[in-house]
C-alpha cells in the first residue's frame, strides 16, 4: 500500500472523518512497514540495528561501525586510541597502552605509541614514548612479516639516593649500601652503554662510578669525607 497525501485547500477541504481517517491511515501505514522490515522489541539503550545474518539485531556501537570517528580519534582529534596490543596499531596515529599491553616494549609501563605506515600498509615503523619518564624505543615490521624487536633509544634514569640508600625520587632503580662510602645501584631494566655521572649531594664533585654488570653501577664516594655516607643524585643515560 502506498499512501498518497491529501491536498488541503484553506476553507474548502472539510475536516470530516473520511479525511481524518486518511491521516490515521498514514500513520498505520508507517507503523506497519517499520515492524516488516524487522525492527526488534524491546528497545536496547545505548545500543543500534545491524544486519546480521539476514536479521535486524540491537547490537552495541564498535569502532568498526564508525570508522571516521575511530580516524579521528587516532590522529589526533582526541585522546590516543587505547589498544591492549601494539600489534594492531597499524594504521597511521596516535595510541595509548596502558601496563601489560601485548607487545608492548620491554619494561614499558604507561606508554603513548605512534605509528606511521611506509610505502604501503605491509610496512609499519611504530615509535613507542614512555609516560613516566624520557624512555624511547622503536621497532618496524616489513611486508606483513614478522615485527623486529623493541629497540630502545634513549633511557634516562635520574635518581636521589639518601645516605642509607634509599631511593628517595627516580624510577626504574633500587639502590643498597653495603658499606662506608659504597653504594651499589641497580637498574630495572638492562642499559646498553651505561655510562653514569653521579653527583654527592649538595656538592659538584664527581664521584666514581664503576660499571658492574648491564643492570648495576658501583657507587664509590670518597671525597670529601663529610659526604662519603650523604646521599648523592644520579644521573645515567642509555645510547640505545
Keep these: 500500500m502506498t499512501y498518497v497525501k491529501q491536498v488541503w485547500t484553506p476553507n474548502v477541504t472539510p475536516v470530516d472523518a473520511a479525511h481524518m481517517g486518511h491521516i490515521e491511515d498514514g500513520i498505520a501505514l508507517v507503523e506497519s512497514e517499520a515492524l516488516a522490515v524487522g525492527i526488534p522489541t524491546p528497545v536496547v539503550n545505548g545500543q543500534w540495528i545491524k544486519g ?12 568498526t561501525d564508525v570508522p571516521s570517528l575511530n580516524d579521528f580519534q587516532r590522529l589526533g582529534g582526541g585522546a590516543g586510541k587505547v589498544i591492549t596490543d601494539a600489534n594492531t596499531a597499524t594504521p597511521n596515529g596516535w595510541y595509548g597502552m596502558n601496563p601489560g599491553g601485548a607487545n608492548a616494549p620491554p619494561g614499558s609501563d ?10 604501503g600498509p605491509g610496512n609499519v615503523r611504530q615509535i613507542a614514548y614512555a609516560y613516566n619518564n624520557d624512555t624511547v624505543w622503536m621497532r618496524r615490521r616489513q611486508d606483513s612479516t614478522t615485527w623486529t624487536a623493541w629497540k630502545q633509544n634513549l633511557r634516562p634514569v635520574i635518581a636521589a639516593i639518601d645516605g642509607n640508600g634509599g631511593v628517595i625520587t627516580g624510577f626504574g632503580v633500587s639502590c643498597t649500601h653495603p658499606s662506608t662510602g659504597i653504594y651499589q645501584v641497580t637498574f630495572a631494566v638492562p642499559f646498553n652503554y651505561p655510562v653514569p655521572a653521579v653527583t654527592p649531594a649538595g656538592s659538584s664533585i664527581v664521584a666514581c662510578g664503576q660499571v658492574v654488570s648491564g643492570t648495576q653501577i658501583s657507587v664509590i664516594l670518597t671525597t670529601p669525607s663529610v659526604l ?7 644521573h645515567v643515560y642509555d645510547g640505545g
Design 228 to 234: 662519603i655516607d650523604g646521599g648523592f643524585a644520579l
Design 110 to 119: 604507561y606508554i603513548a605509541l605512534f605509528s606511521l605506515t611506509v610505502n
Design 52 to 63: 546480521v545474518g539476514g536479521a535486524a539485531v540491537w547490537t552495541p556501537i564498535a569502532d
